[in-house]
């Protein structure tokens, strides 16, 4: 869970300095104590919010409904997870794939360049231009997601200013398509994606680039032999940041995409609210969560032996 | 990392239940507008040629209520022979804002002399959050009929005693014993309103369409939208079909998918928010709630709404009193009191729903009453049927063929 280098590299930062304090007055098992001491606080908000949920939707997956829709667990079995296989769900998985793939790459070819230029050229504006990133966070998720309604909608400001320039006559359907869908998904994830990125960018030593074109590399070749692998851990993080939350998202396809945009997480919604079964809906959910995070595990293991050499 | 994706999907699905439900909710939340500008563009020729008479040029829905209330003045004909227990002095009501006329409340505490004290939820979660499983502090609230056999079940609505309630022959014979409550053992139905199809008449050219096979008119195509509800969208199709709206047969429902998905291509979505696709214009003709049409005729005057002739989907409320009810008597008196001809139709003219009061109707507003969509013939009243609390092996029938329209 934790394997994302921008999120583990940087404790690990700010736990150096005071290892190193404490070892030069005594011997490193009060270290090693102050270090797990430090860990604590994240470590059982990971348990609290993240292990005991999921051990509690594990547990109801195992359960069946009694005649009133609670759950109960008189015969705990797997049966629910034989039914999160019915094919139904093979459209709706691959729609949630499909989109969070698109977003993710977006999201990093759009999110690169910006890390970059803040990062290089930010001067002393770095800050500012970071939280500028970050606003859109302070409005609520539901409104940013409607304003894309107001722009795309057929009488929208895009078609009103398409017809205006006279590129159409007609009111171009963009609501309710895959492309509204990825729109909408791209513009609520693209921070998470900037700002992971920005970390490894700004992180990295100019003379290690410098160094490169010193050694007659073109600047191409420098992006792509020093920054890019240097700043390969970022990327990971980005990607993931990005690609899962993405994976889950069901609000932006449902307001946003049309009648060929289900995702499974809406699935997931509706067996716990309109089917009323929780135990079903449990199943289905705990399996995408082990998908996903089979999958990240999966994908870091390859990336770091391949990209960044075993770190 | 997933944790942070675990967080914020749980957030997110807060955020759309509460979204949802409050769209769901929207009707009653318009109620206030309808008697605003609803009734304005609505209704207000029928008004104001009603009232034209002897009102004064105040906003004419506004007076719509007071130009009935001289009617009212007449004595009451309930007839009570039997000693009335003594009722305790309060009774607290728990319900939607502006969904019960205040003259009914005040003649209740003027008759009985109990001191009423209302609360208000604004979703259907708060409500049953708040009233729990015996009904907390509350005496009466407002259950929706298809939530009405699990509370039973679960015992939070008390028995009526019926001998309290002695104005329950007021009730139409289509109320008299209906599928959630047979007998009305438990409650009482409230205020009843309908599910249908609501176009926009510009974009919608040609005869008026008066069938819900209009949503599959290729004419429309990409300007069609059909609610995100399972059981109105196949209650919808199977009573195109002729068949029952709350069927168990897989064949029918089969059937039923299968005109779905031909449907499909030419949906531009489903969805609940249909206030917002209609004004948009992105949506010509939709499957709606009847009430939100008061809702888009703020943006599109003209925006026209009809129960198909195939029959339509209706929905209602009902009056409950609970097993912990702190103030039992008066609660069945109170429900009693709502059964009267005059105070139910007091709560019509206030809220803009049709009641299920047959003896009420000649104190109804005529301008709703003239309403067809307020108060359809009794040819199409025979034809609409109300959603039932499925069994859940029926239920799973439904919604996997939902999920795989869907998919």
């Keep these: 869970m934790a394997g994302a280098p921008g999120l583990t590299g940087a ?27 430090l860990i604590l606080p994240g470590a059982g908000w990971l ?15 195992l359960g069946s409904r009694d005649a009133l829709d609670r759950v109960t667990l008189a015969n705990p079995g797997f049966d629910n997870y034989l039914k999160a296989f019915e094919p139904r769900f093979i459209p709706t998985f691959l729609n949630s794939i499909r989109f969070a793939a698109i977003t993710t790459i977006v999201s990093l070819a759009i999110g690169y360049p910006i890390a970059y230029w803040i990062s290089r050229y930010g001067g002393r504006h770095k800050v500012l231009l970071i939280i500028l990133v970050m606003i859109p966070f302070w409005t609520s998720y539901l409104i940013r997601t409607y304003s894309w309604i107001i722009l795309l909608r057929d009488n929208g400001v895009v078609n009103t200013l398409l017809q205006a320039v006279g590129l159409t006559h007609e009111p171009i359907i963009l609501m309710n398509t895959d492309i509204s869908v990825i729109l909408g998904m791209t513009y609520g994830f693209l921070p998470f994606a900037i700002l992971p990125l920005f970390v490894s960018i700004d992180r990295l030593d100019p003379n290690l680039v410098a160094a490169g074109r010193d050694l007659y590399a073109s600047g191409r070749q420098a992006f792509r032999h020093v920054t890019l692998p240097l700043t390969m851990p970022g990327i990971i993080a980005a990607a993931l940041l990005t690609f899962i939350p993405a994976l889950g998202d069901f609000v932006t396809p449902d307001l946003l995409g049309g009648p060929q945009t289900t995702t499974i997480a809406k699935n997931i919604q509706e067996l716990f609210l309109a089917g009323r079964d929780w135990p079903y809906g449990a199943a289905l959910g705990f399996v995408l969560m082990v998908v996903t995070l089979g999958g990240t595990l999966l994908a870091l293991r390859t990336l770091r032996r391949e990209v960044i050499g075993g770190e | 990392m997933s944790d942070r994706y675990d967080g914020s999907s749980i957030d997110l699905e807060k955020a759309l239940t509460r979204y949802m439900v409050e769209r769901r909710v929207t009707r009653r939340y318009l109620l206030e507008r309808i008697a605003l500008v609803g009734g304005a563009a609505a209704l207000g020729p029928v008004i104001a040629a009603c009232t034209s008479a002897g009102q004064s040029a105040s906003p004419s829905a506004a007076a719509t209520p007071g130009a009935s209330a001289p009617e009212s003045v007449a004595p009451t004909a309930t007839p009570e022979p039997t000693p009335v227990p003594t009722p305790e002095g309060e009774l607290n009501i728990l319900n939607w804002t502006d969904y019960l006329a205040e003259e009914v409340v005040k003649s209740f505490e003027d008759k009985y002399k109990v001191k009423v004290t209302p609360s208000y939820f604004s979703t259907t979660d708060e409500m049953y959050a708040k009233l729990g499983d015996d009904g907390g502090d509350y005496d009466i609230s407002f259950p929706i009929s298809v939530d009405v056999p699990n509370m039973i079940e679960k015992g939070t609505i008390a028995k009526l005693d019926k001998s309290l309630i002695t104005n329950i022959g007021n009730l139409g014979k289509e109320w008299s014993d ?79 998918l299968a005109l779905l998905e031909q449907q499909k291509p030419l949906v531009r979505t489903y969805s609940t928010d249909t206030i917002g696709t209609m004004t948009s214009g992105d949506i010509w003709i939709g499957h709606i709630w009847g009430a939100d049409r008061f809702a888009i005729q703020e943006t599109i005057p003209a925006f026209a709404y009809y129960i198909p002739e195939e029959g339509g989907v209706k929905g209602s409320d009902t009056v409950a ?87």
């Design chain 1, 11 to 37: 404790p690990r930062e700010a736990a150096g300095p005071t290892s190193a304090a404490t070892s030069s007055k005594g011997p490193g098992r009060l270290a090693r104590l102050r270090g797990a001491a």
């Design chain 1, 47 to 61: 348990v609290l919010f993240f292990v005991v949920p999921l051990v509690f939707i594990f547990i109801v997956s």
């Design chain 2, 178 to 256: 209906p599928g959630y409550d047979p007998g009305n053992t438990y409650t009482v139905p409230y205020m009843w309103w309908t599910t249908g199809v609501g176009y926009d008449p510009a974009r919608i050219t040609g005869d008026a369409p008066t069938s819900s096979k209009a949503l599959w008119d290729a004419r429309w195509k990409q300007h069609i939208s059909m609610l995100d509800d399972w059981q109105e969208v196949f209650g919808l199709t199977l009573i195109q079909m002729g068949k029952s709206a709350n069927t168990d047969n897989t064949a029918d429902l089969d059937a039923a």
């Design chain 2, 321 to 407: 009193t609970f097993t912990g009810s702190p103030h039992p008597i008066a609660a069945q008196l109170f429900i009693n009191h709502l059964l009267d001809a005059q105070n139910s139709a007091a709560n019509t003219n206030f809220i803009y729903y049709m009641g299920p009061n047959a003896a009420a109707k000649e104190f109804i507003d005529p301008a709703i009453l003239e309403d067809p969509t307020i108060n359809p013939d009794q040819a199409i009243v025979d034809k609409l049927e109300e959603l039932l609390a499925l069994e859940q092996s029926v239920r799973d029938e439904y919604l996997k063929r939902w999920q795989e329209l869907r998919g």
